[in-house]
């Protein structure tokens, strides 16, 4: 029995956080945000609003008023999150759920030092922590990693990614931890270093490095680097932020000159193949640059967008570029491929790649039964009507990557699949165009994958 696996869990994806002091005194911290791509991120200023509050900073993707994904504050406190795989809450025990709401914006809106905060967890636990650990640090040189299980303090340099920090060296197993570890071995604690630990832990897979974010928490001074570039950072800091009063800045923005959005804008006004292969051959790009903006600017169309024509405009150009990029896993871009020819209705093409797949996954086999209509019907979402559609993709609310798709009825359209989940929160795709269907009840005001709000409709079991 297929099962669909839930994923809405994660608030935050695969990130690697390091913080740290350097020789002169100054601590440092760096975040490296990785999800699939999105150029809809957001970093959103707070002045203080009383003399007992304090300014700061937080990040989020797709609006300002989505899931927080880190921030600091104007008196040099940091915090970022790592997502992990289920853990056991432990550190809950005995404790009170925090009454004063977010606990991480009162981390951001009261604390003047990580100990400060570390304080509250002698009483309060934070009831939406999930299974994530959040890394600290601040000013002073504080850092500290929150675990589901416990909390490790520590003074002069602190990495985590995600496995959970307190289990160990056992089972410190991420690719990306010794890398960091090695070079702050080899160069210690400042803005340079962080950098380089930053590019040589950068995904580039489907799962990429939207931003970076370092900090030096001493001065206020922030840079950011965008979509796998790390030539030309966004240099501000907290304090000229705060100074311009409440905003949110599109992150997007700040790098006019970046490949992925340039190409973005590109196929915005002209959606053809001619216009991305005009830009590729001007463009003073090495190979490896174009790959990562053709691979940037195809997940942000198909998996947040969700803009399948622009996205199968891409494809057949990015596979020509796929063999520079040695971390892309074979299965998954098949897997992909076999998406993409789907929401075009190429149903037996999509097909026909997904059983030459010489390493099937979990995801080839759920989707080619999908496709061959092979599926349990534990539950059906059906969509009246659209006769004349050439394919009708249904998105299932926490399914950040996978997409399904519905067959073809007298009445309209329909998809069957085995679940164990209560509640099921969907949408459909008509030929690229997203619809609800009038006969299931809707939710409004939903958060999406890409991190803005939308309806869903809504199947209680």
């Not at 002169?24 to 809809?40: K, P, R």
């Not at 640059?289 to 990015?318: G, H």
Request: net charge neutral; aromatic share 12%; proline share 5%.
């Amino acid at each position: 029995m297929f099962l669909i696996p839930l994923l809405w869990c994660l608030p935050a994806a695969a990130c690697t956080i390091v913080s740290g002091t350097d020789r002169h005194g100054q601590t440092w911290a760096m975040n490296n945000e990785d999800f699939f791509h999105t150029a809809s991120t957001y970093v959103n200023v707070y002045p203080a609003t009383d003399k007992n509050t304090l300014g700061y900073i937080t990040f989020t993707y797709g609006s300002p008023e989505s899931g927080i994904q880190g921030g600091a504050n104007e008196a040099g406190v940091f915090f970022d999150i790592n997502a992990l795989p289920p853990q056991v809450y432990k550190l809950r025990r005995g404790r009170q759920p925090f009454p004063h709401g977010s606990m991480l914006v009162y981390l951001l809106q009261r604390c003047q030092s990580v100990p400060q905060f570390l304080a509250l967890w002698d009483t309060y636990y934070m009831p939406d922590m999930g299974d994530v650990q959040v890394h600290l640090a601040d000013r002073q040189g504080n850092l500290a990693v929150i675990s589901p299980d416990t909390i490790l303090r520590a003074t002069r340099q602190l990495t985590s990614t995600n496995f959970n920090v307190c289990e160990g060296p056992a089972k410190q197993t991420c690719w990306r931890y010794p890398i960091a570890q090695r070079l702050l071995a080899a160069q210690g604690v400042s803005q340079q270093s962080l950098v380089q630990i930053a590019q040589e832990t950068s995904w580039r897979e489907f799962t990429t490095t939207v931003y970076t974010n370092i900090h030096n928490l001493a001065t206020g001074d922030i840079w950011f680097y965008l979509a796998e570039d790390y030539r030309t950072p966004w240099h501000t800091n907290i304090h000229t932020l705060l100074q311009q009063g409440r905003k949110s800045i599109l992150l997007a923005n700040q790098f006019p000159q970046n490949a992925s959005l340039t190409l973005t804008k590109l196929l915005h006004n002209q959606p053809r193949a001619a216009v991305v292969e005009q830009f590729l051959r001007t463009s003073q790009l090495s190979n490896e640059e174009r790959e990562s903006a053709l691979r940037l600017t195809f997940l942000n169309y198909f998996y947040m967008e969700k803009d399948f024509a622009q996205a199968s405009v891409l494809f057949p150009i990015w596979e020509q570029y796929r063999a520079v990029n040695p971390r892309l896993d074979s299965t998954e871009f098949q897997f992909t491929k076999a998406e993409v020819l789907a929401t075009q209705g190429h149903y037996q093409a999509a097909i026909h790649v997904l059983e030459a797949v010489k390493k099937p996954s979990w995801k080839t086999a759920a989707l080619l039964r999908n496709l061959l209509e092979q599926e349990p019907a534990g539950v059906s979402l059906t969509l009246a009507g659209f006769p004349h559609a050439q394919a009708v993709v249904v998105e299932i609310r926490g399914e950040y990557n996978f997409l399904r798709f519905a067959q073809k009825t007298p009445q309209g359209w329909v998809l069957h699949l085995k679940t164990d989940q209560p509640e099921l929160k969907y949408c459909f795709y008509v030929d690229g165009k997203r619809v609800l269907s009038q006969r299931q009840p809707v939710l409004p005001h939903q958060e999406t994958g890409k991190g803005d709000f939308a309806a869903f409709n809504v199947l209680k079991r």
